[in-house]
């Protein structure tokens, strides 16, 4: 049966067809609506998830943030106007996870405007990541935006002490502070870093605005407008979401309930199929979803970037959410057939691009619900910072000891590949069917993690592995660039029902790159490489510190054939 939910003038917002779990979900509603859920959402009670306020009843401020920002568009408009009229051609976004997804998400599905700035973002601590944005951006007419809430994130200020340098090298100190700007919370370190180094502008953020729910104040919009986005339009589309929002019936109370209930009836593998033009979107609802939800041995896994397949090669784990743009029939026939297969599937109209601006309002309020359904606190992230931990643990060690006693001893070697962990096995060409077919039970999934360099060739790559290992195993598969994913799905694996499978892939630095001491500073005790090895390191220990299950395979100098013969291992 199919159940149809509208808003506006009658059109299909969102539609549903949930086969035996119907019954379940319009239970969850009506719970929802005798509980007030969505009214004391609004209201700011903390009880809605947890007696205790603590990281609750600060982390609110996002349902306001369409009203509040839509007062502050002339003065984003006036620093990309004026930037503009200073001949700068390209913005740099410096940052991590919530500060850093949601500007990459609307730099890749927005049509850049005539004068804008091309807009980039550096997530990544591999060297050769950081290279290539500098390469790409000259220094005398770049833009650089650090954005971090706390001021403190560790991966961001090393990104601003190298540019940061890099500019000074190129126009001096007294001009360097001009080509910065800062996105933070008052009082932050970062805040008195800005006002050291004579930065351009300093946004602060509303405190009340937890990273991953900031994409509608400064941390999204800043980059919108320098990216020419009409944030009148983007944002009239998200007030009509937050209103619809503050109805029972409403499309967030809807999608929330659907997500929070299945994810408890075992359907936890929430996988996002999206039109084209908005496959990026994944990336934003990944980190919301996973560091929202996966905690106290529970948690939602959002299943971004994967293609369709065909029913036999998926679990009864699985949610399909399709977001649709108008006009756009791709996917819908292997969708039906889904269906039919007895999988719940959800699917979400969009008329336009523009529509983004109330789909990031309606997940947000989503995620809180299926929060309120799962009995946890979407708002705090306790799993996060023992990964940052470990990671600083062992870059004290290299500090103080000049050598950091990362690699346990090898389980085997083959040719250029070296693999530590796994099963005691000595065939390199059964040792990851072996890991994974030992891990493997109701409601597995296999997380790969590539602490390698973002590239076109090994997105592909890593795209014929993922896709060999779930037609294999018939189990979810996601895939994360380290030290990205530790601040997006980093507390799901962690947090949740334990029953992940980590496959680490590192491999040897091409080059290496230093990290200045301090902005302006030659001095440099770390490296670039140090630091990104130090991060897989960390999180290593802290799944294992978790009872999770880890292997990781060192492909040396050659990636492209180290992925290569890992897919082939799974013929």
């Not at 149809?4 to 009658?10: L, P």
């Not at 590239?455 to 290992?469: F, I, N, S, Y």
Request: hydrophobic residues 40%.
């Amino acid at each position: 049966m199919e159940e149809e939910k509208r808003s506006g003038e009658g059109e299909r917002a969102i539609s549903w067809k949930l086969g035996s779990y119907e019954g379940a979900v319009e239970r969850t509603l009506a719970a929802l609506r005798e509980e007030r859920i969505i009214g004391r959402i609004w209201a700011h009670d903390h009880t809605v998830w947890n007696p205790n306020p603590v990281e609750i009843k600060n982390r609110l401020g996002w349902l306001h943030s369409p009203g509040v920002m839509a007062g502050n568009i002339p003065q984003l408009m006036e620093l990309a106007d004026a930037v503009r009229a200073d001949g700068y051609t390209h913005a740099l976004l410096l940052g991590m996870g919530g500060s850093s997804l949601a500007p990459e998400v609307l730099g890749k599905i927005f049509v850049p405007q005539p004068g804008s700035l091309q807009f980039m973002v550096l997530d990544s601590t591999d060297p050769g990541a950081v290279l290539a944005r500098a390469e790409q951006c000259d220094p005398s007419r770049s833009l650089c935006i650090v954005s971090t809430k706390s001021g403190t994130t560790l991966e961001t200020l090393s990104f601003f002490k190298f540019f940061y340098n890099r500019v000074a090298d190129t126009l001096g100190t007294a001009r360097a502070g001009e080509h910065f700007i800062a996105i933070t919370d008052p009082g932050s370190a970062l805040a008195d870093l800005a006002g050291q180094h004579g930065f351009r502008a300093t946004f602060l953020n509303d405190p009340h605005i937890g990273g991953r729910y900031s994409v509608l104040s400064c941390f999204g919009l800043v980059p919108a407008a320098l990216m020419g986005i009409d944030l009148n339009v983007f944002l009239e589309r998200a007030t009509m979401m937050a209103s619809d929002a503050e109805s029972s019936a409403g499309d967030a109370a809807t999608l929330g309930a659907a997500l929070g209930e299945l994810a408890l009836a075992g359907r936890n593998k929430m996988t996002l199929v999206a039109s084209p033009e908005l496959a990026s979107f994944g990336n934003w609802v990944e980190q919301l979803l996973a560091e929202s939800t996966g905690k106290e041995g529970r948690g939602i896994l959002p299943v971004v970037g994967e293609p369709l397949g065909p029913p036999e090669v998926y679990g009864n784990d699985r949610l399909f959410v399709h977001l649709r743009l108008a006009g756009d029939t791709q996917n819908e026939a292997e969708l039906a057939d889904l269906a039919r297969g007895g999988h719940p599937v959800v699917t979400i109209n969009l008329e336009d691009r523009y529509a983004l601006g109330g789909q990031f309002f309606l997940w947000e309020m989503a995620t809180a619900v299926a929060g309120w359904r799962l009995g946890i606190n979407p708002f705090d992230q306790p799993d996060v910072e023992s990964s940052k931990v470990l990671a600083r643990r062992m870059m004290n060690e290299y500090l103080k000891n000049q050598g950091i006693p990362f690699d346990e001893k090898a389980a085997l070697i083959d040719g250029e590949i070296t693999v530590f962990g796994g099963p005691a096995i000595q065939d390199f060409g059964s040792v990851l069917s072996a890991f994974v077919e030992q891990g493997m039970c109701d409601g597995a999934y296999v997380a790969l993690q590539a602490y390698l360099q973002p590239k076109q060739e090994t997105d592909h790559a890593l795209h014929h592995l993922r896709v060999r290992l779930r037609d294999r195993f018939k189990t979810a598969v996601t895939v994360g660039y380290g030290p990205r994913y530790l601040h997006s799905t980093g507390q799901l694996h962690k947090g949740d029902g334990g029953k992940g499978l980590f496959v680490q892939i590192t491999a040897d630095d091409g080059v290496d790159v230093p990290i200045p001491d301090d902005p302006g500073s030659s001095a440099s005790s770390m490296t670039f490489g140090l630091l990104k090895k130090a991060q897989a390191a960390g999180d290593q220990r802290a799944l294992e510190d978790a009872g999770r299950r880890v292997i990781r395979f060192h492909l040396g100098k050659d990636i492209a054939r180290g992925l290569t013969r890992l897919t082939e291992t799974l013929a």
